[in-house]
Each structure stands twice: as structure tokens, then as C-alpha cells.
């Protein structure tokens, strides 16, 4: 059965995530947990690397296009699910740039002073959009349904509660962090008052990451044996690959085990070792990649009976004979090497 | 009104794949795209007691269609007379619609970038000719013709027999329709 | 496509052309526009395909144009498999390959040549007519597994193979081992449509569940291979339960009561081990098929590919169409007989191939049916009685494996040149292993193709052929039927590529054949004078395809009626054949089991378990062809057996796996197709596959040619051949199934060797362990009827085993056991002196030289005295001719009467005057036609008589 969708998607769907959970953070953290001044210079770094994410991954997204040059159609017409989504990013991205444009001392340099406030508004923007992006990887996939495994509800829940446990994960690795010079900054945070913020959010970041890596272990494990009971036996057979079958270990070991359980005991009692600081969020973003990767690779079709028959049977590679047709002269090149031997004089005959 | 529609005999065809490779000549289709597969699980039952059937698979071009819906550049269209189409310049190339299709009629190659998808041969069928894979069926099941003209053979068809159609619980409204021989042999 | 091209447009021509990838020739309507083919699509007009294509057919475009396609004569530059080409042209190519065989011809003689062809792909008869010429026997095709066995059997039996079969009105049909879903395509819908319009019944024998069986009334899953018993069973019902024609058995079959008796063992009860049926089932067959009348039985390849007992099933089923009634009516099995056109065998020139050249025909003292023994029997019997016979061509050829062996071992004779056209014979011919062998050994091969196949990789030179669309094609069922569908060049051929009867037509010449060989400059004027006898308002070949396209007789039936007699040797259908009797073969069906069945050979079965069939066509392919088409094979990458599931799980092999399959004569590989079609005893292998796309360097199997190839493990050996008709063993072998491993999955350099006999290769492993006169038959002649007598020859003297007489060389006149020579006419010489023997009023010896006479002792004599009474004055006795002539007209004199008569004209003269009888107005004159004047009877002068 044909793939039609590759790593490129499925980071693209993990980095949207990723950076719309980041920026949907920043955005409660700045507006509700710690409203204050010295807050959004805290997070320049977060929302920086958030907008590096949505523009990787919206990179890989137009890289992986047939034509990218038509990339601008994507904007003309008015309901498509992945339309909305390039709309979402859009928007996130603009306005994560503003928020950073805003907070850094270059701009005070500018003839006319802007006003200050507009900062947090830019950052409610991005982050709104940024919400919206997370859910809309997930409905994308959901919307399609003659997936068997994608189309459910449930999945947009499961990609949020993923995208924003990876996004508090990446962003606690951010907070606080700035390596460029502080005067750049114009509210500067290295200072105790500064610290302690830094110290809350993170503290905060992996309290919500713990609750969230419940939840999505709830979710995930919901979703799988929803999937493994259902009466769709094409569903049916794919939870089956996962819970037992030649995706277990992939599964049980390295996403369940790995990716969630061992960064919640982590976040729960490592607290600000360097393994709670540093390993936890490194292996739940790991997680959540493998996740996309997981679910984009379970897309078999619900098939009519003998398709699955025809298709394993066709080339499942590249096969040799098949290069005859797309190298050379009208139809296939197998220039058959005696000819070509033959030939060969006349063309360099027809040289002189 | 015209409402293009096919169906197809299972009870004639005999698993040849004449429409499959006559499509790919007829269309030019890069090398692993397939339009009109004729699928089948071989034999089934238990040896004597078996039975086989074929079917002719091609794009349904549904009434209800859940590829144009999510093409997000308007490339992936539908006619009047409920040909799907995709124009290849308006493409980029996303693929969402061939996850869309419930029915696998959607394909793609890399080095074109394009969608491709089966068009009815709109060219030919809009001059008044057949679609190619119709034209080439020597055991005629594959039936083209008129759904909203009820002397067609088509509607003819569907209204004498019991057909089904593919998947009809995704509500797409397939325009394909299919006798089965549900007796198997005898 | 239609973007690009507007094939409507003015300057685009149509042209009638046809499709040639199958036996069917399809009508093809392709555009042509400034000689170029822009597209071609299925002729809506045409009576078998209606507009419809195959997946084969719609490849028309990419044959043309194909890269891979050989376009220039080329030379072999290096050693064999060093694969080193170079091009060159027509006239060196043709000058020198005719240089060479007049060489071999010089000092080998003439049979050391031999020339395989492919299926129906050639002008046959051009090349028929250049072997001839050259004076070799030896040309061959595949037709031993396709249909020529059947048509030889049921022309001996029935006169004419009964192969047009009537289903409009048929009431029963057979298809025994046949799936037109998968072989004969455009016809299959007709079947299905006709059950359900008249309620036809449809009986298929198939050990396969396949397309066709699905829509069967009856389908018989017989044991691979047991159709001999099958046919012999169902055969003994028809008989015992007196369910067949009294009419037509009384009127027209020999000897209903022998075999009734003869027919006697094989019950249904003895048939149903052999076949895995149920006694009931096959009753059911019979009565089905006897009592549902007219019915008919499709021909299929099976009954040509079971190896030694093929013959006897195909008489048992030649037997059954007579005695039901069904020959020659409407819905049954119609005999064409031969054409009112010119037919093949006409433009073949078999008469100047010399009778001595013929004994030496490979084969022929084995397999006596399908060679010239068996041939110009019959060939005289269709010419007697029809008017005209069939083909030599395809009819009466060398036994193919027997040429392939006689290269490698020399025995009987060494064949030195092998010409090859439109044939992949490592494919296609069974014991794949020893042919390659063959091809590589040969002096010296010419192939003539379309492609680089492995075969051309040994030749020395490779011409390249025009294909459908550039070369008009002809179908008439191999030259044997009556009707004739014609289609027309589309296109000149490309680049330097001809038609296969321009190659033919110019190696001739080049040989030295002259204008009386090839008296037209192109194969459609050629083909013009095959038609011109129809009388057709055409003036050219081309016209008569625009015009007509297609000629068919008015049908006919019961033709034997209107005649009087079957075109046999007794006029009747011989139930018990007097041919095959004459060739000490049993004149009636006798069982000879499957060339390796677990009844007759258990301890073979106890190594090798399960049965192989194989040498079924399967779509997309045609036998060899189409490998090296991605967009055929993109759907169908990789060879698949199928294999029941029971089995499968029993050798613990999975859909998709990778298998070894081995019998007595090696391995070879495949994937498994798991599905419960077919019998857990059996397997069914897919024929025919090699890799274009693989390494064409490498020594063992270039092209990948032995791996997967089915005939790897098929049976040419002579014990397993059918004694009659030399046909080999594709189905209702011996096999064993395993897994491939790991460590052996590569089809080796061990795998590759061949041995002579080939079932040998397992206990003694490769080489020639004996020679093929030293090998045994499934069944020794009896001793012929007419066999050599065991006086001696006398020199100056040979025996013709053709009309099995001693004849003088010199003269070929039949030296009888008396001892006096007889020529045609039957006219006695004598020995020695060759004088006549003349019996008038005495008996003398006349010397036809001088015109003496002489006594039987030799001395001078008068010669034979006028018998009659006196002879009157003005007439002369002539003892030469012995005559008596009137010296003055110089007509006889007739004694009876007393006048003289011109014998030409039947013109009455006086003997006295020489004048002339005329009745004029009813009263009697005579009339001296010098002088003009008349006389009445009296000799009384008369007025001229007026009108």
C-alpha cells in the first residue's frame, strides 16, 4: 500500500505541535501565571525557538511539496482543513516575530517609539494561533476518512495533549535561557528577582508537563485500544501491529516506556537535577516525534477485497526494470547494449 | 443535466488487467501509477469449493467527493457533469488529497509533483466517445455511460440490477456501481 | 494522449492493421500520419475483438518504438557470451550467413541445418520455402505442445481436424483444460452469454479453479496430467450406457463393436484414482456431454502438453465428437477443410524437397505421426479426397528436443546451423537446461528477432524483424482453415528492420534460389496471389484488406454428406484408425499413464510429492514475451506458483515466500502464491519468465534465464514423449517444494549444468549418460504393417519408407516382389532391360526406345499381331501403340464400327474416302471437306444441305 506522506510530514506535524504548544505556554505563562514586566523578556528565548520550530517544520512542509512553486495557492481557497493550517502558522509565525521584535533593545533605536504594551498582545496572537496549529495537526489527520486509524475524534485530543507536553517540555529547556547579550534585552532577567521567576516557570513547566504525560499516556492508551476493539478490521489490524504486534517494542519500549513514562518519573521526582532539567524533556520530545511517526506510518486504507492483494504485489521498491521508463527517450531507456554498441559508429559519424 | 457514471459487470470480468495496462499506455502514466487496478483475493473457500471474483477498481468520481473538499489550492475540482479532476499547474503537490480518497484512486509520483487521478477521460468522453478503459474491455464489464438519461445503459443497469457500491457507508456517494455474481460458482 | 496528438486531423490516415501478440490477430485501426504510427487503438469492425484490446494489444505503440528493439543486422565481434557486437549491412549479413550455409550444406549435407521459429510470428511458409530449397527437413516450431498433435490425430480419425467449433447453437460445450479468461480473451464473454441465453451447458476440465471454471455447470478438477484417463473413461460411459448416435455410427464410423470391447477396462471406477474424480463425476461428464446435443469440445494446449499419454486422450475425445453426432453440424465441431485461396502449404514448395532428404528428418523414426512418415500419409489421403492438404509447415516437422540433442551429442547426425526466429527456445522448449546447452554449443546460429532475448546472445548473426504495424499479417489458423482475415501494413518498417518474409525471401536468393523460388519482389503481392484465386473485385492485396478485410466460405455442414465420404483413408471415421495401424501403433485409444504419476512410478513420488502443472498461459504475458515491457510488468514484477494453503502450512510456507522447486531434472525458483486454487497435491507454476533488466554477462544464465524458468524442470526425455506425436511433459509431473534459506537462494553455477536424459540429473548428476537412439520410448512400435521387407535391395535399388516399396533409382518405378518393375500408371517393365511388358494377343517385351520387339527369351520378335478382323484397304495396324490408323486422315480405325474417328473431337470419317459424317436437319451426309462437297450415305453426289 502506498505511503504518501514521509518523515518530512511527520516532523512537520510533530514540529507544529512542538511550536504551537511552545508559543500556546509562553502566552499562559506571560498573561496568567506571571503577569509582569520582566516575564516576556524571560521568554524571547522560548518564542525564538518556537518560531525556528513552525518555520523548520513549515519548511519541511513546502520542501516535501510536488511543486513548491505553487505553494502560494495553498492561500485561495476557503475550507480546506490544510488551508487553515497554513493560515494558523502564518499567523503564529508574524506575530511571534513581532513579540520578538518588540522585546529586544533594537527597537528602541527606531525614530518612532512604539507602544510597549503591544508586546503581550502579540504574544496572545501567537499564542492563540499557536493553540490552534497544535489542534489543527491532529484534525488534519482526523479529516481523513478513508484512514481507518486516523479518522477518529480522538485523535486532534491526542496530538494536543502531545503537542503541549513536548511544547512545556522544550520550552522549560528555554526558559531563562538567552545566549546572546543581555543588553540586548530591554528588560534584562539576570537578576534575583529574575532567577526566581525563571525558577517558578520551570518548576511550573513540569508540573504541567507531568499532568499533561498523564494524560496523553491516558489518551494514547485510550485511543490504541479503542482502535484494538474496534469493529473496523483495518483499524483493527493496525492497533494490532502496535500492541502486539511488529510495532510492540516500538511502541511499549520506546514511546510508552521511554517517551512518557520514564520523562513523568523523571518530572516528578528528579525535580531540577540535571536529569529532570535536561533528560525528561529531551525524551519526551523524542516521544512525541516518534508518535507522528507512529500514527503517519499507520495509514492504511480501508481496502476493498484483493486491493491489499494487488498491491503487495506490485514492485514494493524501486525495481530495475522500471528505470528503463524514466531515464531517456520517449518511453524507457533500456538503450539494449548491443544497439547501443552498434549504433554507436553512426553517431560519431554523424559527430563529424 | 449529465451525470457520468460506470458500472461495472464483476460477473464478466475475468481479471485481465487489459483496462489497467490500456490506461496506463492510453494516459501515459509514469511507470508505478496505476489508475484502474482489477483487484481480487484469488480464489476463496476451500478447495473444491471455491469461488473468485474480480473487481475493476477506478476512481468513483463520488458525488459527494472527500478529495476536492480538502485540496487547499482549488486544484482538485469537480465538473457539472460530476467528472473529478485535477488540473496539474494548480497542484503543489500535498498529498492530502490522496489521503483523503477513501478509495485509493489518487496517486503520485515524485518526479512530476502533481496529483494524477483517473479523469473519466473527460477529452474523449466529452467528444462523444467512451473512456479509453471502456472502449478496450473486449468482455464488456465495464459499462460507461449517462446516470441522469434513464435510456442509457447505465441507468438501465442499475435500475434492473442490484448493484453496490464501494465503501458506501463514508458517504461519498460513489458513482461507480457493481453487479455482483454473489452465487459463486454455478 | 489526445492532447498531444489530433489523430482526426486530415493528413492522418487509418490503416487496417492487427495486432499479432496472440493467435487471435485482433483488428487494429492505426493512425498513421507522414508515415510515422501516432496511435492505434481496436478495430470497432473486426469479428473478434469489436474495438476491444488486451493488455498485450494496447502495447501496440511501445513495440514500435521501443528502445530496447533491434533495429540493424548485427555480427557477433567476439567469442560466444563475450557479447561484443557489431553492426552491419544487410547485404554483407545476408551474403555471408549464405555463404555459410552452402558451405555446411557442401560438406555436411543438407539436414545439418535446422531453424526454430516462434509462435505464428513468421511467414512460416517463406521460411517452409527457403528450407526447403536449402534441402534440410529439419525446421521446427514449439507445435508439438500447441494443437499439431490433436490435428494430426483427428485428421486420421475424422479426416479433418474439427476445430471451428459452432457455439451459436450449441447445447453442451467443453472446455477441457482451457481458460479463455485467461488465454483467448475477446471470446470468453461469449460463453457466459450463451449458458445464460439458451441454457448451454458448460462442462470445464481444469485441475485449476480458474476464471472460466468459476462460471462452470460441471467443473472437473482432475489430477494434472490424468486427461488420457479421463477421456478414456468418459469415453467407455458414452459406449456402455449406448448413449451416442446410432445414425451417424451406423452410416459413418468403422468398427463401433471392437472398440466398445477394447474400451471395456477403462470404467470410471479404474479412472477415478487416476484422475482424483468421483466415478459419479465422471458419468456425469459423459451423459452431460453426450446427451446435451449438438455440443462441442474446445481444443486447448493441454492436450498437446501431457507427454506420452497424450495420444490416447486426444483419440478418445476425437472418438466421442464423432460417435455424439457432433461432427460437422450446426453447434458442434465444424471441419473447415482446406481453403479456396492459395493455402500455405502451396506457397511452402514442398515438392522440391528431395524424398531421400526427408528420411533424415530428426525424429521421424520415433515420433512418426507429426513427421513425414505420418504427414505425406495423410497429406496424400487430404489431397485425394479434399482436393488440397495441410501445411507441411508446423504439421510435419523435426522433433524439437531431438535437434537440440542431436547438436549437443551428433547422434544421429550433427546439426551444425541453427536459424532461430521470433523464438526464445531456453523459454519456451521443455529440459530449458539442455537447450541452453545446444544454443551454445551450435556452429553456427542466425536469430532473427525483435529483441536481445538470451537465445540471440549465442547467435552469430541477429536480424532484426519488422513487427505488426509494419508488415501485413494473414490469419488463417496456421494455413488449415477456410476463411481468411487480412490486415495491411501500417507503416514501412523502421530504421533497418524487415519482414520476416523479406529476410526469408532475400536469404534465399542470396543462396542461389532463383526466380522460380521467389517469383514476387514483396510479401503483399505475394499475398495478392494467395487471394486471387477468391475472385475478389481487388487489384491489389492492400484493396482486398480496405475493401473486404475478411473472406469467409459460405458454411456448410455435413459436408461428408454431400461427398459421400470422410477425408480418411476408409472414408469413414475410423474408429479404429488404419494409419495409426499401419504405423504399428494401436489403432485405438490405449492408456499410457502420465509421464511421472505415483501409480506408475512410486518410488519417483516417494522423492517428489506433488504434482506439477505448468505451461499455462497467464496474463499479462505471452509465452516468452513482454518481459522486458515495464509498463506489463510493473503489474506483474515477479514469477508466482500457486499452491493450496493445506500444502502451504503443511511446508510451512507462507503468500509471498520464495520457493525451490525441484524434480528429477533440477530446480528452480518462484514465489508462492498461497490460494486455495488448486488441489493440495498439486502445484501450478507460471512458464516463460527471464529478467531482461538482469546482468546479460553472466556465462551460467545471462538474462536471468534459468532461475525462475519453468522448463527448467519440465521432461523432453524420449520415455516420457508421447510415442505417436513426440509431444513432451509440461503437466502431471513429479515434484518436491521448499523453502528458500538463507544460505540457498542463489540458483548456482551447479544448478545450471544439463544431462542427457535430463530425468537423470538427480541420481547421476550432469553430463550425457546416454545417447538418444540408445534411450527408450514410452511405447515400442508394433511392427508396422507395412514395414521394409526383409529381402534384400538390390543395388541400384532403395526402399521408400514414404510409400513403403522398393523402387529403382533411376527410374522410381516399383520393383515388384515378382521381379518385374512397375511404373505409376501400373505399367509392367522388365527388369534390367527396362522393355515393356506388352499383353496383345500374345506377350511380348517392347523396347519403347526403337520400338522392337522382342520375345521373353530375347530373341527379336514381330510384335503383337492386329487381334480384330481383317483390317480393310487405306488403314495400317501399328504394333507399337497398338493401333490401327487410316493413312489418309491418320485417325483410327475402330474395328467395331468399321469407321475412322478422331478421338479429339469425336468426329466420324468413311474409311474409303476419308469424308466426313455430318447430320444435317437429321439426315445423315457425307462431307469431303477439301473438295466442298456432299454426298449422301449412298456415295450419290448432293446438293449442299441448307439450315
Excluded at chain 3, 37 to 59: S, V
Excluded at chain 3, 190 to 215: C, S, W
Excluded at chain 3, 778 to 787: K, L
Aim: glycine content about 8%; some cysteine.
Amino acid at each position: 500500500m502506498k505511503r504518501f506522506w514521509g518523515w518530512e510530514l511527520a516532523t512537520y506535524l510533530f514540529l507544529g505541535g512542538l511550536g504551537g504548544g511552545m508559543l500556546t505556554f509562553a502566552m499562559v505563562l506571560d498573561l496568567i501565571v506571571y503577569p509582569g514586566a520582566a516575564t516576556s523578556s524571560i521568554l524571547v528565548w522560548g518564542v525564538f525557538i518556537a518560531l525556528i520550530v513552525l518555520a523548520v517544520g513549515t519548511g519541511l512542509l513546502i520542501f516535501e511539496l510536488g511543486q513548491p512553486k505553487v505553494f502560494y495557492r495553498a492561500f485561495v481557497t476557503r475550507t480546506a482543513v490544510i488551508k487553515w493550517g497554513a493560515v494558523l502558522l502564518s499567523i503564529a509565525m508574524i506575530f511571534a516575530v513581532l513579540f520578538i521584535l518588540w522585546e529586544i533593545t533594537w527597537f528602541s533605536m527606531l525614530p518612532f517609539i512604539p507602544y510597549e504594551g503591544l508586546a503581550d498582545f502579540f504574544l496572545v496572537i501567537a499564542g492563540i494561533a499557536g493553540f490552534l496549529v497544535m489542534v489543527y495537526t491532529g484534525t488534519m489527520i482526523a479529516s481523513l476518512k478513508g484512514r481507518p486509524f486516523w479518522a477518529t475524534p480522538a485523535l486532534p485530543v491526542l496530538f494536543t495533549v502531545s503537542a503541549l507536553s513536548t511544547g512545556a517540555a522544550l520550552l522549560s529547556l528555554c526558559v531563562g535561557a538567552f545566549p546572546l547579550p543581555m543588553e540586548w534585552l530591554q528588560i534584562p532577567f539576570n537578576t534575583i528577582e529574575g532567577a526566581e521567576l525563571i525558577e517558578g516557570m520551570k518548576h511550573f513547566l513540569h508540573m504541567a508537563d507531568a499532568i499533561l504525560i498523564v494524560l496523553e499516556l491516558l489518551v494514547l492508551l485510550l485511543y490504541v485500544m479503542l482502535q484494538f476493539c474496534a469493529s473496523n478490521k483495518y483499524a483493527k489490524a493496525i492497533a494490532d501491529r502496535w500492541v502486539r504486534g511488529s510495532w510492540a517494542f516500538t511502541f511499549w519500549g520506546l514511546m510508552v516506556t521511554c517517551g512518557l513514562v520514564i520523562p513523568l518519573i523523571f518530572n516528578v521526582f528528579g525535580g531540577m537535577s540535571p536529569v529532570g532539567a535536561i533528560v525528561s524533556p529531551v525524551m519526551a520530545l523524542l516521544g512525541g516525534w516518534l508518535l507522528r511517526f507512529m500514527i503517519l506510518w499507520s495509514c492504511e486504507r480501508r481496502l476493498d477485497n484483493g486491493e491489499e492483494k494487488f498491491y503487495t504485489r506490485l514492485p514494493q521498491k524501486r525495481e530495475p526494470f522500471m528505470d528503463y521508463w524514466e531515464e531517456g527517450r520517449e518511453y524507457w531507456t533500456w538503450v539494449n547494449p548491443a544497439q547501443a554498441a552498434a549504433e554507436e559508429p553512426k553517431t560519431a559519424a554523424a559527430a563529424e | 443535466m449529465t451525470r457520468y457514471a460506470m458500472v461495472m459487470d464483476t460477473r464478466r470480468c475475468i481479471g485481465c488487467q487489459s483496462c489497467t495496462i490500456a490506461c496506463r499506455t492510453w494516459n501515459e502514466l509514469p511507470i508505478d501509477i496505476i489508475y484502474n487496478p482489477v483487484v481480487s483475493e484469488g480464489a476463496e473457500g476451500t478447495w473444491p469449493n471455491v469461488h473468485m471474483n474480480f473487481t475493476p477498481m477506478i476512481c468513483m468520481h463520488c458525488a459527494k467527493p472527500a478529495c476536492v473538499p480538502a485540496c487547499p489550492t482549488g486544484a482538485s475540482r469537480q465538473d457539472d457533469d460530476g467528472i473529478v479532476w485535477v488540473e496539474p499547474t494548480q497542484c503543489m503537490g500535498c498529498k492530502v488529497c490522496a489521503n483523503a480518497c477513501p478509495y485509493g484512486a489518487r496517486d503520485y509520483t515524485k518526479s512530476e509533483g502533481f496529483m494524477r487521478k483517473c479523469t473519466f477521460c473527460k477529452d474523449r468522453v466529452r467528444e462523444g466517445e467512451q473512456p479509453y478503459c471502456v472502449k478496450t474491455c473486449h468482455q464488456k464489464a465495464r459499462i460507461f455511460g449517462d446516470l441522469d438519461d434513464p435510456n442509457s445503459e447505465v441507468s438501465k443497469l442499475v435500475g434492473k440490477f442490484k448493484t453496490e457500491r464501494i465503501h458506501e457507508d463514508l458517504g461519498t456517494e460513489p458513482q461507480v456501481y457493481y453487479i455482483r455474481d454473489l452465487g459463486g460458482r454455478g | 494522449m489526445t492532447d498531444k496528438i489530433d489523430f482526426h486531423a486530415d493528413d492522418v490516415v487509418v490503416r487496417k492493421s492487427a495486432c499479432y501478440f496472440c493467435h487471435q490477430n485482433c483488428g487494429v485501426l492505426a493512425y498513421v500520419k507522414d508515415g510515422k504510427l501516432i496511435y492505434a487503438e481496436g478495430d470497432p469492425d473486426h469479428p473478434t475483438n469489436a474495438g476491444g484490446l488486451c493488455t498485450r494489444g494496447n502495447q501496440a505503440m511501445t513495440f514500435v518504438d521501443n528502445p530496447s528493439r533491434i533495429n540493424y543486422p548485427m555480427k557477433r565481434a567476439g567469442k560466444k557470451g563475450e557479447n561484443k557486437w557489431e553492426r552491419v549491412s544487410w547485404d554483407q549479413a545476408l551474403t555471408e550467413i549464405a555463404a555459410k550455409l552452402n558451405q555446411i550444406k557442401e560438406e555436411s549435407g543438407p539436414e545439418a541445418v535446422a531453424a526454430a521459429a516462434g509462435t505464428l510470428r513468421t511467414d512460416d511458409w517463406a521460411r517452409r520455402r527457403v528450407l526447403n530449397f536449402v534441402g534440410t527437413p529439419n525446421g521446427f516450431h514449439n507445435a508439438l505442445l500447441c494443437w499439431i498433435p490433436t490435428f494430426m490425430i483427428e485428421t486420421a480419425i475424422s479426416g479433418w481436424s474439427p476445430f471451428e467449433t459452432d457455439l451459436g447453437t450449441s447445447k453442451c460445450v467443453v472446455l477441457w483444460g482451457m481458460n479463455p479468461g485467461a488465454s483467448s480473451m475477446p471470446g470468453a464473454h461469449g460463453y457466459f452469454d450463451l449458458q445464460k441465453a439458451n441454457g448451454m451447458k458448460l462442462i470445464v476440465v481444469d485441475p485449476r479453479y480458474t476464471e472460466t471454471a468459476a462460471h462452470a455447470d460441471l467443473w472437473l478438477p482432475l489430477r494434472p496430467g490424468s486427461d488420457a484417463a479421463l477421456s478414456l473413461a468418459m469415453l467407455n460411459v458414452i459406449l456402455n450406457e449406448f448413449l451416442y448416435d446410432f445414425d451417424f455410427v451406423e452410416n459413418w464410423c468403422t468398427d463401433i463393436d471392437e472398440l466398445r470391447d477394447h474400451m471395456e477396462p477403462y470404467t470410471p471406477e479404474w479412472a477415478a484414482p487416476l484422475t482424483w474424480l468421483d466415478p459419479e463425476q465422471i458419468r456425469e461428464a459423459a451423459r452431460m456431454y453426450a446427451t446435451n446435443r449438438p455440443g462441442n469440445m474446445q481444443w486447448a494446449d493441454t492436450w498437446d502438453q501431457l507427454g506420452r499419454s497424450a495420444s490416447a486422450g486426444t483419440q478418445a475425445r476425437a472418438i466421442m465428437r464423432a460417435i455424439c453426432g457432433n461432427l460437422d453440424v450446426p453447434g458442434g465441431d465444424g471441419m473447415p477443410g482446406p481453403a479456396a485461396y492459395v493455402t500455405d502449404e502451396e506457397l511452402e514448395r514442398n515438392d522440391v524437397l528431395p524424398d531421400e532428404v526427408k528420411s533424415k528428418q530428426i525424429g521421424s523414426d520415433k515420433y512418426k505421426l507429426t513427421t513425414f512418415p505420418g504427414y505425406e500419409r495423410l497429406a496424400e489421403i487430404s489431397r485425394r479426397k479434399w482436393g488440397k492438404a495441410f501445411t507441411a509447415e508446423w504439421m510435419c516437422e523435426a522433433h524439437g528436443p531431438s535437434v537440440f540433442k542431436a547438436i549437443i551429442t551428433g547422434d544421429p547426425y550433427q546439426v551444425r546451423a541453427l536459424f532461430c526466429s521470433g523464438t526464445n527456445p531456453i523459454s519456451s522448449y521443455g529440459d530449458s537446461k539442455m537447450v541452453w546447452e545446444a544454443l551454445k554449443k551450435v556452429e553456427f546460429m542466425v536469430v532473427l528477432e525483435y529483441f536481445m532475448t538470451p537465445t540471440a546472445l549465442m547467435a552469430d548473426y541477429v536480424l532484426p524483424v519488422a513487427g505488426a504495424m509494419e508488415r501485413p499479417v494473414v490469419h488463417t489458423n496456421y494455413g488449415v482453415t477456410d476463411s481468411i482475415v487480412a490486415s495491411e501494413r501500417a507503416i514501412d518498417p523502421l530504421y533497418e528492420r524487415k519482414s520476416d518474409y523479406d529476410i526469408w525471401r532475400e536469404l534465399g536468393l542470396a543462396c542461389g534460389q532463383g526466380k522460380e523460388a521467389w517469383p514476387y519482389d514483396s510479401l503483399e503481392e505475394e499475398l495478392f496471389h494467395v487471394i486471387e484465386p477468391l475472385g475478389m473485385p481487388v487489384s491489389s492485396y492492400d484493396e482486398f484488406v480496405e475493401k473486404y478485410r475478411m473472406y469467409y466460405p459460405p458454411v456448410r455442414y455435413k459436408k461428408h454428406e454431400a461427398r459421400g465420404q470422410f477425408c480418411t483413408n476408409t472414408g469413414k471415421v475410423e474408429l479404429n484408425s488404419t494409419v495409426f495401424q499401419e504405423f504399428g501403433y494401436p489403432g485405438m485409444p490405449t492408456y499410457l499413464g502420465a509421464p511421472e504419476n505415483e501409480v506408475d512410478d512410486p518410488e519417483v513420488a516417494e522423492e517428489y510429492p506433488i504434482v506439477l502443472t505448468t505451461g499455462g498461459g497467464f496474463m499479462p504475458f505471452h509465452h516468452s514475451e513482454h518481459f522486458n515491457n515495464p509498463i506489463i510488468r510493473y503489474i506483474k514484477p515477479d514469477p508466482f506458483f500457486t499452491i493450496n494453503p493445506e500444502l502451504a502450512e503443511k511446508l510451512d510456507i507462507k503468500d509471498g515466500d520464495w520457493c525451490w522447486i525441484e524434480t528429477r531434472r533440477g530446480r528452480m525458483k518462484q514465489r508462492a502464491n498461497v490460494e486455495p486454487a488448486i488441489d493440495p497435491r498439486a502445484i501450478y507454476t507460471q512458464r516463460g519468465w527471464w529478467f531482461p533488466e538482469r546482468d546479460w554477462n553472466d556465462p551460467d544464465q545471462p538474462f536471468g534465464c534459468l532461475e525462475s524458468n519453468t522448463n527448467v524442470i519440465t521432461s523432453v526425455d524420449d520415455e516420457h514423449c508421447d510415442p505417436l506425436t513426440g509431444c513432451w511433459a509440461n503437466r502431471g509431473l513429479m515434484c518436491k517444494v521448499y523453502k528458500c534459506t538463507a544460505i540457498d537462494h542463489e540458483f548456482t553455477h551447479e544448478d545450471a549444468q544439463f544431462s542427457i536424459p535430463g530425468s537423470d540429473f538427480a541420481t547421476k548428476g550432469a553430463g550425457v549418460h546416454s545417447m538418444p537412439h540408445e534411450q527408450k520410448m514410452a511405447r515400442e512400435f508394433a511392427e508396422p504393417i507395412f514395414a521394409q521387407p526383409d529381402t534384400e535391395v538390390p543395388e541400384g535399388f532403395a526402399w521408400d519408407y514414404k510409400t513403403r516399396r522398393i523402387y529403382e533409382e533411376s527410374t522410381g518405378m516399383t520393383l515388384d516382389p515378382s521381379g518385374w518393375l512397375i511404373d505409376e500408371a501400373g505399367t509392367y517393365y522388365q527388369q534390367g532391360t527396362h522393355f515393356k511388358y506388352v499383353n496383345y494377343n500374345g506377350d511380348f517385351l517392347l523396347d519403347e526406345a526403337n520400338g522392337k520387339y522382342y520375345d521373353f527369351s530375347g530373341n527379336p520378335s514381330e510384335g503383337p499381331q492386329y487381334a480384330g478382323a481383317e483390317l480393310p484397304a487405306g488403314v495400317t495396324w501399328n504394333p507399337v501403340t497398338l493401333t490401327t490408323v487410316h493413312d489418309k486422315t491418320g485417325f483410327r480405325y475402330d474395328g467395331d464400327s468399321g469407321w475412322v474417328i478422331d478421338d479429339a473431337t469425336g468426329t466420324y470419317y468413311d474409311v474409303a474416302n476419308g469424308w466426313k459424317y455430318e447430320n444435317v436437319n437429321g439426315v445423315d451426309y457425307l462431307h469431303d471437306v477439301q473438295g466442298d462437297a456432299w454426298y449422301d450415305m449412298q456415295y450419290n453426289a448432293v446438293a449442299a444441305p441448307q439450315n
